[in-house]
């Protein structure tokens, strides 16, 4: 049996040679969307209507991520790795879709006369990730950059990514956050997604003193034997996020240059949280690199200490380690939560 078409209607044929007209099948969306489709020179060439099933396949992505409102100068640890696991997995979307390039933060160059952009700059600080640089950013530089995509690009796709990362962004905040978010976002003359990404972030982390105090007392008062079943992951993953919130907080002094708030101690405190199990092997390896990394440092072998996110990726791998050869002597508690710290 085999099927052919004509014009709307598609026939099978019999096996003794008659044709027989049948109901055609229902296009599948998803057999429609091809990940040509996906990239922004294509999708402004595509039919308006699958122009709008490209965009709401990527809109309605990851449905289930959801901004939320938090305290704002001392989020619980919760909150923190929510907020942080939202924020990569929207750049990582937005990579994948060809959507990212607008959040590289540009610094356009301005007539004075005319008022009119008319070039960028070009140094080490003029092209910053805003999804990894949005605390040594202003809204006003996220604003110029976003007119620059906007108004100064031939490729009308500038403006359309534009308008759907903001769409993507509105779709995945609670209700309640959008509304706050969108009494200021409202009131501007440049929008877009990136300067909603700007604007809902300002919302949702403060930028000055309080934060970064909080955020260094609680990477201090993290012990892993208060963690039930002291889940070495779970507190990596509080720390983690503590770091990497601390990075992506740098800002810049009076003078105008960046300050990296991450405390120049970090990894001699990593070292001493990840020696508070009840798991000797687990604690003595810690504090035989503390001491070994101490004693380089001080006789010059090394001019700094291991990167934090280093630590941490072998605290993990040797709790699993320890765990998969029946080695781990700490507590064993299967647990599902674990209480945030304060």
Known sequence: MTKTSKQDQQFVTMPDGTKVAVKAQKENKKDRITMAHLTSPN???????????????????????????????????????????????????????????????????????????????????????????????????????????????????????????????????ETDLYEKVNEEYSKLDIQGGPVLLFVMI??????????????TSKIKAVKLSSYPGEDVRKAVTHLRTLVRCLKKLRRRNADGHEVDLVPHDLTKQLYDILQTSSCDEFNVM?????????????????????????????????????????????ATQNISHVPCLH
Not at 202 to 213: E, I, Y
Not at 291 to 320: C, F, I, K, M
């Open 43 to 173: 999708r402004v060439k595509l039919s308006e209507k699958d122009r709008m099933e490209t965009e709401e396949t990527i809109v309605s992505s990851h449905l289930t991520l959801k901004f939320k409102k938090m305290d704002l100068h001392s989020p619980d640890l919760d909150s923190l790795v929510s907020l942080n696991t939202n924020l990569e997995t929207t750049e990582r979307l937005f990579a994948r879709y060809d959507l990212l390039q607008i959040f590289n933060i540009v610094k356009p160059i301005r007539d004075p006369s005319t008022g009119q952009l008319t070039g960028l700059l070009h140094d080490e600080k003029s092209f910053r990730n805003l999804f990894q640089w949005y605390g040594a950013l202003t809204l006003a530089e996220v604003m110029e950059s976003t007119d620059w995509y906007s108004s100064c690009l031939d490729d009308d796709w500038y403006g359309f990514n534009l308008d759907l990362t903001a769409e993507y962004l509105r779709c995945h905040m």
């Open 202 to 215: 300002r919302h949702l982390l403060s930028t000055n003193d309080s934060l970064v105090h909080a955020l």
């Open 286 to 330: 810690f504090k035989q690199l503390f001491y070994t990394e101490q004693r380089n440092v001080l006789l010059g072998g090394h001019s700094r200490w291991t990167d934090p996110e280093e630590v941490l990726t072998l605290a993990q791998g040797h709790y699993q380690d320890l765990c998969v050869h029946g080695k781990w002597t700490g």
